[in-house]
């Protein structure tokens, strides 16, 4: 005796068996933001096109401190941003993470900033403290 079975998938294991619910548009209210819908802008864009900074020796661990005046001039972008964060000072590896830009952007960028007087370097340490190091190095894996 044998059983024959017609072709296609067996209703009772199917996980999808019945129909399928009714559609109904999306609930009013904000939505998700979609990735085409974050706007991109190209690293280059940021630094006019410029790889190499205007002020030499920026090290990642470089600090920078900005004066509270310099958050009236008139800056844009990312540098707006720099001079906000560096109210406190900050590495160039702290900035490159919070801004989520690459380091070498951050450089080209910072290096302006000094160059214009809205940003000052801070005495840069002969060695390093572990802790400082460490923390850099966390930041910049989380780039």
């Known amino acids: 005796m044998s059983h024959r079975r017609e072709w296609g998938p067996d209703p009772r294991m199917s996980p999808y068996a019945g129909p399928p619910p009714p559609w109904r548009p999306p609930a009013p209210g904000p939505r998700a933001p979609e990735p085409e819908d974050e706007l991109v802008v190209r690293p280059f864009m940021l630094t006019g096109g ?3 900074p205007l002020h ?3 090290r990642i661990e470089t600090l920078l401190h900005a004066s509270p005046a310099a ?3 008139p ?3 990312e540098s707006r941003r720099i001079v906000e964060l560096c109210q406190a000072p900050m590495s160039i590896a ?11 952007v951050i450089r080209v960028i910072v290096a302006d ?4 007087g809205y940003v000052r370097v801070e005495e840069q340490l002969g060695e ?8 850099i190095r966390d930041r910049v894996r989380a780039l």
Do not use: W
């Not at 900033?113 to 214009?116: A, E, G, H, K």
């Open 50 to 52: 410029r790889t190499r």
């Open 56 to 58: 030499d020796g920026l």
């Open 71 to 73: 958050l009236s001039a």
């Open 75 to 77: 800056l844009r972008f």
């Open 94 to 104: 702290d900035l490159a993470v919070a801004i989520g830009v690459p380091l070498g």
């Open 113 to 116: 900033l000094v160059t214009d």
């Open 128 to 135: 390093l403290p572990i802790a400082l190091i460490e923390r």
